[in-house]
């Protein structure tokens, strides 16, 4: 929910969901007052900072959000919920899991850290690990090397400020790659034969490994989407446009295959670099 974050999202199509589920995003898609994809980032954002200056603060919903990003593709409604109560608990639980207990005081008293920790036990509790299933993961300050992997640098869509969007409207600036499920999980199943033959298990082989086995977890004819999300208010836009990380690593990877060492190691130098100088913006804050 933070305002420099990038988000890899999976849409399912509306025949993935239950009937009752079915019927309710079906009657969303054709609500007027839904939240529309040029101002969704700033309501969740919005509503976690409103939630988190509170006295006292709020570290997940209430309820879980009834909101979800959409796409359609020949008529067919995909769907991609917010989950924003889920995410919370769970970046919540990471963050508490990390800090310690002091610390954790002076960012929040200990009995909300605990009712949310216990509210969040009821839900794995009732709805078992199925419910941890989450549609959208989020990375602060950069964007992770193994979430280029699924995407080709065919499926980049880069919009800059006031530019029109492909269905004629103007959008917000943001730089976006989407694909199918069936390219994804072969891109990312390709790139873990490689690393593993010509590398071995190394870091980023886990990583991979990570995102190949969230995407098994949904349905085979859904929607995979990276979105630079605010993160590209930390890049111009010359250096938006020669992003080109996602054809970068897609080149390290076919070096890697071919034998061609140098040029691997070179691609990936260039992107590990790129994302490096835009993390340690972090620390300059």
């Known amino acids: 929910m933070l305002p420099y974050a990038a988000y890899l999202r999976v849409y399912e199509p509306l025949t993935a969901f239950t009937p009752p589920e079915r019927s309710s995003w079906a009657a969303y898609a054709e609500a007027t007052d839904r939240p529309r994809r040029a101002s969704a980032l700033h309501a969740e954002h919005g509503e976690a900072v409103r939630r988190l200056l509170g006295v006292p603060p709020s570290p997940a919903p209430a309820q879980e959000s009834p909101n979800a990003y959409l796409r359609r593709v020949e008529n067919v409604l995909y769907i991609c919920?917010?989950?924003?109560?889920?995410?919370?608990?769970?970046?919540?639980s990471r963050f508490r899991g990390a800090t310690p207990a002091r610390l954790m005081e002076r960012f929040v008293p200990i009995s909300v850290a605990?009712?949310?920790?216990?509210d969040f036990d009821r839900f794995k509790r009732?709805?078992?690990?199925?419910?941890?299933?989450?549609?959208?993961?989020?990375?602060?300050?950069?964007?992770?090397?193994?979430w280029f992997v699924p995407f080709d640098g065919n499926e980049r869509w880069l919009v800059l400020d006031g530019e029109g969007g492909p269905d004629g409207t103007t959008t917000t600036r943001n730089l976006i790659y989407v694909t199918s499920m069936a390219h994804a999980?072969?891109?990312?199943?390709?790139?873990?034969?490689?690393?593993?033959?010509?590398?071995?298990?190394?870091?980023?082989?886990?990583e991979v490994e990570e995102v190949a086995r969230w995407l098994e977890e949904f349905h085979p004819h859904s929607l995979v989407e990276l979105d630079y999300g605010g993160i590209v208010h930390l890049m111009g836009d010359d250096t938006l446009q020669d992003d080109q990380s996602v054809a970068e690593i897609s080149t390290a990877l076919t070096g890697l295959e071919n034998g061609e060492e140098e040029l691997a190691f070179a691609m990936y130098q260039r992107v590990i670099?790129?994302?490096?100088?835009i993390q340690l913006l972090e620390s300059a804050n």
């Not at 690990?129 to 549609?135: D, E, K, Q, V, W």
């Not at 990312?188 to 010509?198: C, D, F, M, V």
């Not at 670099?273 to 100088?277: I, K, V």
């Open 81 to 92: 919920p917010w989950q924003s109560r889920l995410r919370s608990w769970l970046a919540f």
């Open 114 to 118: 605990e009712q949310t920790a216990d």
């Open 126 to 146: 009732r709805g078992g690990s199925a419910a941890l299933r989450t549609h959208i993961r989020t990375s602060t300050w950069h964007v992770p090397t193994s």
């Open 185 to 206: 999980r072969r891109r990312t199943a390709r790139a873990l034969q490689i690393i593993r033959r010509q590398v071995g298990e190394v870091a980023v082989t886990a």
């Open 273 to 277: 670099l790129r994302w490096r100088s």
